[in-house]
């Protein structure tokens, strides 16, 4: 990935629907404009959103801008 490129990915489940866009950064994770934490109040629905790059061992690498509707919490995450 290079460091200027930002990559966008579109996903839907149910009635739930994200867009992300991803960059190199400094781990920082918008949704809807707020940080994950004032977003997901609770540890479960953070972890679950950042998984793939706990589990790829790459987070703190790329910031995630995430703009999600519909659903609910578990849906979003």
């Known amino acids: 990935m290079d460091e ?3 990559y966008y990915g579109h ?4 009635s ?4 992300v866009f991803v960059k ?4 920082a994770v918008t949704i809807n404009g707020e940080s994950i934490s004032d977003y997901f ?3 479960y ?4 959103t950042l998984k793939p790059l706990i589990f790829s061992e790459t987070a703190g690498q790329y910031d995630l801008e995430f ?3 519909g ?3 578990h849906s979003q995450s």
């Not at 739930?16 to 867009?19: G, I």
């Not at 629905?45 to 679950?48: L, Q």
């Open 41 to 43: 109040s609770d540890v």
């Open 71 to 73: 659903g609910g919490l």
């Open 16 to 19: 739930a629907e994200a867009e």
């Open 24 to 27: 190199h950064g400094t781990g």
């Open 11 to 14: 996903a839907k489940r149910k």
């Open 45 to 48: 629905h953070r972890v679950e």
């Open 4 to 6: 200027r490129e930002k």
């Open 67 to 69: 703009t999600v509707v």
